[in-house]
């Protein structure tokens, strides 16, 4: 460091004023533990439009996306693309380690009357809102479900 730095003290101001904001955080959340306080979650809208989709691993690297209703092929991830969904997976893969389960296992994708869309697992009870990935990140999880019409399922 440079000299002109050697002899002064560190501002008095500053150091009262980060104890003063550390004391009123363990304050508040102290009171939030002792009095049982949550933050109330935003409301899940109904489901319009679901699908059950298991991802099955290929040989040559590659997921292939079914609708686990119908054993229907939706679409085929070759290798090295579909980075967000296989991130997805490798997310979701590791939470069900713990409860014995396989990938191959179907979730649940719904779009909710919000227009966003979940991405549930039954298995660990875990629900992503894939909106909060990015628009563009829940864009790829929409070609997923079965094309729109007119109704609502």
Do not use: W
């Not at 904001?21 to 409301?43: N, V, Y």
């Not at 092929?73 to 893969?93: C, D, H, N, Q, W």
């Amino acid at each position: 460091m440079s000299e002109a730095f050697n002899n002064r003290p560190f501002p008095r101001g500053v150091l009262i004023a980060v104890a003063t904001l550390l004391g009123f955080i363990i304050l508040m959340i102290s009171i939030a533990r002792l009095t049982g306080m949550k933050m109330d979650q935003a409301p899940v809208t109904p489901e319009i439009q679901s699908r059950e989709i298991q991802f099955l691993d290929n040989t040559d690297g590659s997921i292939a996306v079914y609708d686990f209703t119908t054993n229907a092929l939706i679409t085929t991830l070759p290798a090295g693309e579909g980075g967000f969904i296989r991130g997805v997976l490798r997310s979701m893969g590791r939470q069900r380690k713990g409860y014995d389960a396989k990938l191959s296992e179907p979730f649940h994708l719904a779009r909710r009357e919000s227009g966003h869309l979940t991405l549930k697992d039954p298995i660990t009870g875990i629900q992503l809102e894939l909106r909060a990935f990015g628009v563009t990140n829940e864009a790829v999880f929409t070609q997923l479900l079965p094309p729109t019409s007119n109704t609502h399922e």
